[in-house]
């Protein structure tokens, strides 16, 4: 419902190419800032509609400024976006026994298939690279892309099998992607972001 020429506030290159390859039209503006910062520039017109993490958005109690909510095949996420985790030194044996408890066994799976595909697409926060893993009874379900940046080429894979396979799966759906050309549009975007 944008109008045409419409400017869209996002920081992601991933969103970016995304939201691009649907709509072409778009003007995708880059902004900075915490999501107060961002909603102000659009309540002051610098922008026709923003693109940001929900999960952000419902923790500070914002969701009756949401307008819509990307479905999966609207819109991938970052490799592990939305997972959280906790950084201990390694050898304190006493706070590992504290939070052992809370790891979710199947957000882990998920985590360690999404960063083993990136690891092998060299991904970093700066490549339009998105991935997204799911449970389904004992398998997990893989789903990943890669894009140009003016959203005029998207490469899209995925992959299914046993969540004891998850690293396995990730590293599998990364070098079909890099078969599929994901690693010339990589580098293109690392010769623009060195330049």
Do not use: W, Y
Request: net charge negative.
């Amino acid at each position: 419902e944008l109008p045409e020429a419409a400017r869209i506030g996002t920081s992601s290159l991933r969103r970016k190419c995304q939201l691009l390859a649907r709509r072409s039209d778009l003007q995708i503006r880059e902004i900075r800032g915490n999501v107060g910062t961002r909603l102000k520039k659009l309540d002051e017109d610098q922008f026709d509609a923003l693109v940001l993490a929900a999960a952000g958005v419902k923790r500070l109690g914002l969701e009756d400024r949401v307008v819509e909510f990307f479905s999966l095949d609207e819109l991938l996420p970052a490799a592990s976006q939305g997972a959280l985790g906790i950084e201990i030194r390694k050898d304190n044996v006493n706070v590992l026994s504290l939070i052992e408890g809370l790891c979710d066994a199947e957000s882990q799976s998920c985590v360690v298939a999404e960063r083993a595909l990136n690891r092998q697409l060299g991904g970093d926060c700066h490549v339009p690279i998105a991935a997204h893993a799911e449970m389904q009874g004992s398998n997990l379900i893989l789903r990943a892309l890669v894009g140009r940046v003016d959203g005029s080429e998207i490469i899209q894979a995925s992959t299914t099998g046993p969540v004891e396979d998850a690293a396995e799966l990730g590293l599998k759906l990364g070098l079909e992607l890099l078969d599929m050309g994901a690693g010339d549009i990589l580098q293109e975007v690392s010769n623009t972001n060195a330049g």
